[in-house]
């Protein structure tokens, strides 16, 4: 199938898990559907989903079995809707316990890690969320769900969630549409929301998997089974287009080519073993020196 196959799931609700068929379709050429059962995972957004191949690195019609069995390891897949937006998928590993009413709700966003806001949720409001896509809560003031957004339409879209240790608050990892607060800031204590560093860790992991669980169709696998001088070759030669690029005045190709720089850095740091936080402790003992 080609890129542009998409993911129609079909949920079934079993207990206080989602048991989830998804079929393969055919967007284009018209395959034969496929539907797989994938067991207890949840999902986060009822929608259509394209696969980005570039990132997963497989083919939908032939590994979507592998790519969605990893998953279960990995507890995590990147996927990509039909608006481009990065949705993350987790299985949960702990319950929320609502017997005492509502409880805490932070959320997160999920790529800058800056903490937006504090809302509460009881059962109902997280199985809403769930639902919908969009983080909802339970008013206090209001005494009902209240979605965030509602009225500003700067919804934010839900990723995943975990509980604490005790299961007595929630972290809600979110993407926001907007200004969160009220009164038009990025957060309810009045920070900037900038950065998306924290994409880097889901990006490693991503590199990290490829060596580990590689496919004829992944890239990254590629490199890593040319050996080490192949990796270290591809980092010199990104390098010295970017150069090439810094020279000139064509920011978007500049772009391009420190995003190649980096990508191949990483990869480069994972074939020998590295992680890019001992590289950052390096950096740490010399600024503190």
Known sequence: MSTSSTIRALADKKSSHFHRNFSAVGAEDGSRTRDLNLGKV??????????LEESLSVNVGAKIEGVFFMSKFLKKILLVSSIE????YSDMTREADFSKGLIPAIVQDHLTGKVLMQGYMNAEALQHTLDTGKVTFFSRSKNRLWTKGETSENYLTYISHSADCDGDSLLIQARPAGPVCHTGSDTCWEERNTGKVAFIRYLTEIIHDRKNNPTDQSYTASLFAKGINKVAQKVGEEAVELVIEA???????????????????????????????????????RHST
């Open 42 to 51: 949840t999902l986060y957004q009822l929608s259509y989903f394209r696969i």
């Open 247 to 285: 020279k000139d005045d064509n920011k978007d190709l500049f772009l391009g080519e420190a995003a190649d720089l980096l990508f191949h850095y990483l990869v480069l740091l994972e074939a020998k073993g590295v992680e890019l936080d001992d590289v950052l402790d390096v950096l740490i003992k």
């Open 85 to 88: 937006s990065l949705i993350l």
